[in-house]
């Protein structure tokens, strides 16, 4: 593994004592390639947020580096400063700052609108004691009101003490190393580790991009549609278009990967051993 490249791997805060239990073995068997860290992700609105501290805790008591994601809106400055100084007095080093969703239901955005406002905040109380890990579009956020609207608020979180950034899944590198480039046009040069989803099921991974608007491009979308109901078929293609994406963004220069799991060890593992990290 390159001292420089940053690995990591993702999780979610399970909501029971079974999920909490098949989350400490997919963490033992990740744990064996020793991940730069493993970040864990908050609910709309903190709506996680027990479940969250409590997963955050679990894996640094057992030596791990782990970074809580912090979503900001919905929230007030008294609640993330609380939140913060929790963190400091864990021993945690690492923040994922996100905005984040309003809940359903919830209309009011809190204290916080921006990513860039909770990072600026974060510098402000806790000074250089966090490395602070940004969100970045590479298909842009599916709320920009443009492409060139997305840079700009990428560059603010930047401005603001970001350290490096991780990107939303995607399945085209041309669009990681086009939003590279165009950052580094701006004058931007913290690392941007490429965000890595393994393909299991197809119809929950169409849900999750309608939702987050991350482009499934339409040959990947076609065969995996073609299918059908053949897992095993649909994660054997998924395998071996997930290597082959990271392997070219590794080949192309990104600094790392970061997996998101789904709380499972699998498919991770498979990609990881065939890249020969």
């Known amino acids: 593994m390159s001292p420089s ?34 970040s864990v992700t908050y609910g709309a609105g903190g709506s996680t947020q027990e479940g969250t501290l409590r997963t955050v805790r679990e894996i640094k008591a057992d ?4 970074a809580p994601h912090l979503s900001c809106i919905g929230s007030t400055r008294e609640g993330i400063r609380e939140l913060l100084q929790g963190f400091q007095q864990d021993g945690i080093r690492h923040i994922v700052a996100l905005r984040g969703d309003l ?10 609108r921006y990513a860039n406002e909770l990072v600026s905040f974060i ?14 579009y590479p298909e842009y956020h599916p709320q920009a009101r443009s492409a060139q609207d997305d840079l700009s608020n990428f560059v603010r979180k930047v401005q603001a003490g970001a350290n490096s950034a991780i990107t939303q ?8 190393f086009a939003f590279v480039d165009a950052v580094q046009a701006q004058g931007v040069s913290i690392p941007i580790v490429p965000g890595i989803m393994p393909i299991s099921n197809f119809s929950q991974l169409a849900r999750f991009s309608d939702v987050c608007g991350a482009e499934i491009p339409r040959w990947l979308r076609l065969k995996l549609q073609g299918y059908g109901d053949d897992v095993a ?25 970061h997996f998101y ?14 890249l020969g990290l």
């Open 261 to 274: 799991t789904l709380n499972q060890a699998g498919l991770v593992s498979t990609v990881w051993q065939r």
């Open 169 to 176: 899944y995607f399945y085209n590198a041309d669009a990681y």
């Open 103 to 112: 809940p359903s239901g919830m209309a009011v955005a809190g204290e916080f």
């Open 233 to 257: 078929s649909i994660r054997s293609f998924g395998l071996d278009v997930v290597t082959e994406l990271s392997d070219r963004l590794l080949a192309g220069g990104a600094p790392g990967l």
């Open 63 to 66: 030596g791990y580096n782990v």
């Open 5 to 38: 490249r940053t690995f990591s791997f993702e999780f979610f805060p399970p909501k029971t004592a079974e999920g909490m239990d098949k989350l400490r073995v997919t963490r033992r068997q990740l744990a064996q390639y020793q991940p730069h860290f493993f």
């Open 123 to 136: 510098r402000e109380c806790c000074g250089d004691h966090f490395h602070i890990e940004v969100a970045a």
